[in-house]
């Protein structure tokens, strides 16, 4: 158990509509990371946040928007659906002050979009 | 940005055998590369990672090595065992602090 916690596992939902994801992070870690994980293909960035701020950009979509809270969970929106976006959304957290510390991985939403 | 090819993107061992995963990458301030585990279901899980101030490091059956002159590294998994299938991905880090990932290597491990 890596300690992130991904809420949904699994949503089903239709083109067009708005689908919010969330992510606890591990106990301490105050950067969280989003990535998207397509049908076999690697895991694409989307966005950083640490510590309530966005840190870093990726290929992240204008229809995609996340953030952190004060509590440091944090929570991803994808609106406008489209089929294409159907996939794995990852949440990871990381240890801050150290500066390789390993990202740390939760089990991830599956998005369908019918 | 930082661009990471993996090879080979599928890879069927015999069980005992060894496996081999090699990875590139273009950004030469690039300096961490973990490798990362991923089950079905699952997230990716960290297995073992390397520095760049190392060329070689050794956990059991697993070994990373790095050559930073030539800019690749590679994933070695030795007396392979049924519970080694997954998908395996390499990833770089550079001094933006963000991980690039391979494409992934399936790997089967034949009983």
């Known amino acids: 158990d890596s300690g992130v916690t991904q809420t949904p596992k699994h949503l089903i939902t239709a083109t067009g509509q708005r689908v919010t994801l969330r992510c606890s992070p591990r106990?301490?870690?105050?950067?969280v990371y989003w990535y998207q994980q397509s049908l076999d293909q690697g895991l694409q960035f989307l966005i950083q946040?640490?510590?309530?701020?966005?840190?870093a950009k990726g290929n992240i979509l204008e229809r995609f928007s996340a953030q952190q809270f004060p509590d440091l969970h944090s929570e991803l929106n994808l609106s406008s659906l489209e089929l294409g976006d159907s996939a794995l959304y990852f949440c990871?957290?990381?240890?801050?002050?150290?500066?390789?510390?390993?990202?740390?991985f939760g089990n991830g939403t599956r998005l369908t979009v019918t | 940005g930082e661009n990471v090819e993996q090879h080979p993107s599928t890879l069927s061992v015999q069980e005992g055998d060894s496996a081999v995963i090699k990875c590139t990458y273009s950004?030469?301030?690039?300096?961490?590369f973990p490798w990362y585990k991923q089950e079905l279901g699952k997230g990716p899980q960290l297995i073992i990672d390397?520095?760049?101030?190392?060329g070689e490091k050794k956990d059991q059956r697993i070994a990373v090595t790095l050559n930073k002159t030539a800019k690749h590294f590679s994933l070695h998994i030795t007396e392979t065992q049924p519970e080694d299938s997954a998908v395996y991905f390499c990833?770089?880090?550079?001094?933006?602090?963000?991980?690039?990932f391979g494409a992934g290597t399936t790997v089967t491990v034949r009983a």
């Open positions: 946040y640490y510590n309530g701020e966005e840190r």
């Open positions: 990871a957290s990381r240890q801050t002050g150290t500066p390789n510390s390993p990202l740390h």
């Open positions: 106990s301490g870690d105050l950067s």
């Open positions: 390397i520095r760049s101030n190392v």
């Open positions: 990833a770089s880090r550079g001094n933006d602090y963000k991980l690039s």
């Open positions: 950004d030469s301030a690039s300096n961490y």
